[in-house]
């Protein structure tokens, strides 16, 4: 593993460790660090995922100049990564694209949109919902059908009617006029006023990402009827039509969304068009040439800041591994992750299961009942480290024609993944597939399959590496498996069971405590200020509730592997791992929609809660670090 060199060790001797750890810890660096013109940020995750991404392109470059590669499915990433990288033959797309979007034209009336509703899904068009199968959370060993509603042009419904908001549409509308009159598409500014119209209709009956965030309540069982019953075209046939037979049940996840859907389109269907059009359009653009993905891309770097778009080759892997994601990830770990480097980590993890399973047994405010539980949910957790053993099946379909243009070759792809995923419906669910490739650098718990997942391209420094010392690993890795652990206790994750289903295992008195427990979290960061934006502390309460999680069983964890463990070390490491230089636009952008906090808080607000950090340091009363012990929150 290489050591990242763009975080070194130089404190900032501005400002005190007692008084901000974030800043002392990362400042000098981000005080120098400048982020690259096609980014929204820099640093800590985003250094790491850089690096990959170099190296991978690299590997893509010299494996694009062999006559034959072995592997199939690698064989056809590479083609893939090729025809990107290939603009005129790309620009061959357009009269594809224009003659799919020219479809829609012809919705006028919802006779002709029921007609037509079937070629519209399976050929990958923007609908006015969203629909397709997904893991059954009441039974995790089967598939459902969902449907909900589309998403918006804003990145949430809170933005709507500000003038942040106003501000935002204005730059949509005049990037999509470009694009329209560039493509000689006519009337392009009523078809865009019909967009805006419908997508401000829409933001007024779907969720926020606040009410998205508790995504229990995203599970509603309908029976097919009364689903039916709330639209205006034939739920029913479009089941048979596409699956063969009626499953008993559809999950409505957005109900508010549902019960106003015959409202939204009745007498609007010229509307709707209008807007299917303009999104099918923006989102397939790109695809067509390097100049229209630089005009499509003006939306996205206002809102992210981001000054340019990516260069070609890092778009051409991005894309690639869009679709082959597996693929690339079992290349990469192959080649870069060492099985000495799994062992230990593999060891990690297994020490943050015996601390928190040592934690349940010591708790004083959970029932023997209700920690039993908790233990058994810890029991049966499935560990998944570095990357899969071989692909998943749905990769084996995922083959194009090379002679066709990239656009056309996306909309085979894609449309081959949604026929893949729709037939999955009465099949049993896999519980050995990823939902991370190892050349992610991530890391996630799934409360489906009541499992975590560390990719390869994670484990590395700072967040871990065999060169730290066990302190910095603890208070990097560790603190990140004991957060993914955490993440089966935190709000959503409690209401969930060892097999992954939504399943009540508490008494009713301990899951009040647990709530009580949850709104002292939500306080703690409520609020928070941020360059003059606010933390939502709703919104973030599950990762606050994981993050906490995860340093808990990480320091009592690293106390037994070294009783006499240097906490500085674990503590700075901490602060380490968050260390990010965000744009502005970006930073308030998150501050919207990430469930995640921001980084500075991660860090700082967390580990108030710590007598070991007070220890640790010697923070005392008057100290801008200080919280009061009766404020502190630990909750597992
Ligand atoms: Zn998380």
Redesign the pocket.
């Known amino acids: 593993m290489s050591e990242n060199n763009s975080v070194k060790h130089k404190f900032n001797d501005k400002v005190r460790l007692e008084d901000d750890l974030y800043s002392y810890v990362n400042g000098k660096w981000i005080e120098s660090a400048v982020i690259p013109d096609d980014l929204p940020c820099t640093g800590g995750f985003i250094d790491l995922s850089d690096g990959v991404e170099k190296l991978m392109i690299d590997e893509f470059d010299n494996l694009s100049k062999q006559n034959k590669i072995d592997d199939e499915l690698l064989s056809r990433a590479v083609k893939l990564y090729k025809k990107v990288l290939d603009d005129e033959d790309r620009k061959k797309g357009l009269s594809a694209l224009l003659d799919k979007i020219s479809l829609l034209d012809d919705i006028k009336d919802n006779a002709y949109f029921r007609s037509h509703l079937y070629y519209l899904y399976d050929n990958n068009y923007v609908l006015p919902f969203s629909f397709g199968t997904s893991i059954d959370s009441k039974d995790a060993t089967k598939y459902c059908l969902t449907i909900s509603s589309p998403s918006l042009i804003l990145p949430d419904t809170t933005m709507y009617g500000t003038d942040g908001g106003n501000a935002l549409l204005g730059i949509y509308k005049s990037m999509i006029k470009t694009i329209l009159d560039k493509v000689g598409i006519k009337d392009s500014d009523d078809l865009i006023a019909k967009t805006i119209s419908f997508d401000e209709r829409l933001s007024k009956i779907v969720k926020s990402n606040e009410e998205w965030a508790d995504y229990i309540k995203s599970y509603n069982p309908y029976d097919i009827s009364k689903a039916c019953s709330l639209l205006d075209w034939n739920l029913k046939d479009f089941i048979y039509a596409r699956f063969g037979r009626l499953p008993e049940q559809i999950i409505v996840a957005d109900p508010r969304f549902l019960d106003n859907y015959k409202e939204l389109m009745e007498g609007h269907y010229e509307e709707f068009s209008a807007w299917s059009k303009v999104l099918t359009l923006y989102s397939n653009i790109g695809y067509i040439s390097e100049e229209f993905r630089e005009l499509s891309s003006v939306y996205s770097n206002a809102l992210s800041g981001a000054k340019a778009i990516t260069n070609i080759n890092k778009y051409a892997y991005r894309l690639t591994n869009r679709f082959y994601s597996e693929v690339i990830g079992i290349y990469y770990g192959k080649k870069y992750f060492g099985e000495e480097a799994k062992k230990d980590v593999i060891s990690i993890v297994h020490n943050l299961i015996e601390s928190y399973k040592h934690r349940l047994s010591n708790n004083t405010w959970l029932s023997k009942e209700t920690i039993k539980k908790a233990i058994l949910k810890l029991d049966t957790m499935i560990i998944k480290i570095g990357y899969p053993d071989k692909v998943e099946d749905s990769y084996k379909h995922l083959v194009f024609s090379e002679d066709k243009s990239l656009y056309e070759i996306i909309e085979e792809l894609l449309k081959i993944r949604s026929q893949y995923s729709d037939s999955l419906l009465f099949k049993e669910v896999d519980h050995s597939q990823w939902v991370m490739s190892g050349n992610t650098v991530n ?3 799934n409360p489906s399959f009541n499992d975590i997942t560390f990719p390869a391209a994670i484990l590395q420094a700072p967040f871990y590496s065999l060169k730290q010392s066990v302190e910095e690993n603890y208070g990097g890795i560790g603190c990140v498996i004991g ?2 652990i ?2 089966a206790f ?1 709000n959503n994750g409690a209401q969930m069971d060892e097999k992954g289903n939504i399943n009540n295992w508490w008494t009713k008195e301990d899951y009040d405590h647990f709530q009580e427990k949850t709104e002292l979290m939500i306080k703690e960061f409520d609020g928070l200020d941020l360059n003059g934006n606010k933390v939502n502390g709703k919104l973030t309460v ?2 606050n509730i ?2 906490n999680g995860g340093v808990t069983s990480s320091l009592e964890s690293l106390h037994r592997v070294k009783p006499d463990a240097d906490l500085k070390l674990f503590f700075i490491n901490y602060a380490r791992i968050w260390c990010v230089k965000q744009r502005p636009e970006y930073e308030k952008l998150l501050l919207t929609v990430d ?2 906090g921001p980084a500075y808080y991660r860090a700082n607000m967390q580990v108030r809660n710590f007598d070991e950090f007070y220890e640790a340091f010697n923070i005392k009363e008057g100290d801008k670090m200080f919280l009061p012990k009766e404020q502190r929150v630990i909750i597992w």
């Open positions: 890391a996630c718990y957060h993914e955490s993440h935190d599950s990762e994981a993050d469930v995640h």
